[in-house]
C-alpha cells in the first residue's frame, strides 16, 4: 500500500466515507438516535455509499493498474449524488418530531465529500508513467481526454 498514490479527490472522498460511517454509527440523527437506529433501508444503502467511498482510496493506494481505482472513482459520484438525495430527502420528512439532529448535517457533508472526491478522482486521472520529453502529442490536453495523434502527411500527387 503506497498512500503516496491517491490525490486529493481520493483522499476526500475516503474521508467522507469515513465520516459517514462515523456519523451513522455514533451520531444522533433525529432525536437520540443514531443513522441506524433511525432508518430502515436508508442506513443501509448510506453504508454501501460510504464504503465504495472508501475502496476507492483503498485501490487507488493498493492497485498498480487504473482500471479499478478508475472505475471506482466513476461509480462514485453518481452513488455520492444519490447520498446527498437520500440524506436531503431524510432532513425534509423528518421521520419524528425530535428535529434533525448533528449527525444528519455531518452526513450530509460526507455524502457531498464523497460526490466531489470522486469528480475530482476522475478529472485529474492522468497519463502514468510517461517521462515529460517523451510523446507530447500524448500529454493529457486541459479537458480530460488524450489530446490524439496528429495524422501524418502524405506526399503530393505529382
Known amino acids: 500500500m503506497d498512500v503516496r ?24 440523527w433525529h432525536g437520540d438516535a443514531s443513522g441506524f437506529e433511525a ?6 444503502l448510506l453504508a454501501l455509499i460510504a464504503g465504495l467511498a472508501i475502496a476507492l482510496g483503498v485501490l487507488q493506494a493498493t492497485q498498480d493498474g487504473p482500471a479499478k481505482p478508475v472505475a471506482a472513482g466513476v ?22 418530531a425530535g428535529g434533525a439532529q448533528a449527525g444528519a448535517f455531518v452526513g450530509l457533508a460526507a455524502a457531498v465529500a464523497i460526490t466531489a472526491g ?12 510517461l517521462p515529460p520529453d517523451v510523446e507530447p502529442e500524448l500529454r493529457p490536453s486541459p479537458g480530460l481526454g488524450v489530446t490524439p495523434r496528429p495524422e501524418p502527411e502524405l506526399p503530393a500527387e505529382s
Open 75 to 96: 461509480l462514485s459520484v453518481p452513488v455520492g449524488f444519490l447520498g446527498v438525495v437520500l440524506v436531503l430527502y431524510r432532513l425534509v420528512d423528518q421521520p419524528d
Open 39 to 44: 432508518f430502515a433501508v436508508i442506513d443501509v
Open 118 to 129: 470522486g469528480w475530482l478522482s476522475i478529472a485529474t486521472e492522468r497519463v502514468r508513467g
Open 5 to 28: 498514490r491517491l490525490r486529493a479527490g481520493e483522499w476526500l472522498a475516503t474521508a467522507g466515507g469515513v465520516a459517514l460511517i462515523v456519523s451513522l454509527l455514533a451520531l444522533p
